[in-house]
């Protein structure tokens, strides 16, 4: 039963360019949730989604960021013109959701993003 | 309010000790506290969890302390090996899915 997937692991980008950063959670899991961390830190949540839906989006930044889980093929995350304080490692968790949201969250490896 | 402040940031124990890390909450409104592992370039995985209405989980050799009065838990590492060096970090979240993290523990074990 293979885990949450995230790709790719690393990616540079130069400042103004779009990341796209990819999730699949684990099979039959329905909710998915994106955190960022800054060296030497702890994750911050940044956005909850299920299928088509976004459900809280409160730790997203105003601007550039944006995030979609469609009904086929894995959620996104995007950054738009990014810049060097984007710059972080990116987790994916997901949870089952069988009754709502399960506190039990599982994390992928992350994506590393590094703007130059 | 929704702060969870861990310490120590980072702690070396020989081989065979006891690993103590602590967390201080102030939302007494919080009613999961999970405890997470993270080696270098993985995500975190989770170790051990607790709810307010018990006092003690043990999982092995890993047990979590939950001090409510005192806004406090903390996670207790016996016989402690090199194969447990890594980051721990715990967290915490009220009835709600947005996990509100500590700053991480760097734990070393020399052998």
């Known amino acids: 039963n293979a885990g949450v997937m995230q790709n790719p692991r690393h990616l540079v980008r130069r400042r103004g360019q779009e990341a796209r950063l990819r999730c699949s959670p684990m099979k039959g899991h329905s909710h998915v949730y994106w955190y960022r961390q800054l060296p030497e830190e702890g994750l911050k949540f940044m956005v909850y989604l299920q299928k088509e839906n976004i459900i809280d989006e409160s730790g997203m930044p105003k601007e550039r960021f944006s995030a979609e889980f469609p009904k086929e093929g894995p959620s996104i995350l995007r950054i738009q013109q990014v810049v060097r304080g984007d710059s972080a490692a990116y987790f994916c968790?997901?949870?089952?959701?069988?009754?709502?949201?399960?506190?039990?969250?599982?994390f992928g490896p992350g994506t590393r993003l590094t703007v130059t | 309010q929704q702060q969870v402040k861990q310490s120590p940031q980072s702690l070396i124990v020989q081989k065979g000790g006891i690993s103590i890390i602590n967390c201080a909450y102030e939302?007494?409104?919080?009613?999961?506290f999970p405890w997470y592992q993270q080696f270098p370039g993985k995500g975190p995985a989770l170790l051990i969890a607790i709810r307010p209405d018990v006092s003690e989980k043990k999982e092995g050799r890993f047990t979590i302390s939950f001090n409510k009065s005192a806004k406090q838990f903390s996670l207790h590492i016996m016989d402690s090996q090199p194969g447990d060096s890594a980051t721990y970090f715990c967290a915490a979240s009220k009835g709600h899915y947005q996990l509100i993290w500590g700053a991480g523990t760097k734990l070393i074990i020399k052998p």
């Open positions: 968790a997901s949870s089952p959701g069988l009754a709502g949201p399960s506190y039990e969250q599982y």
């Open positions: 939302n007494t409104a919080f009613d999961y």
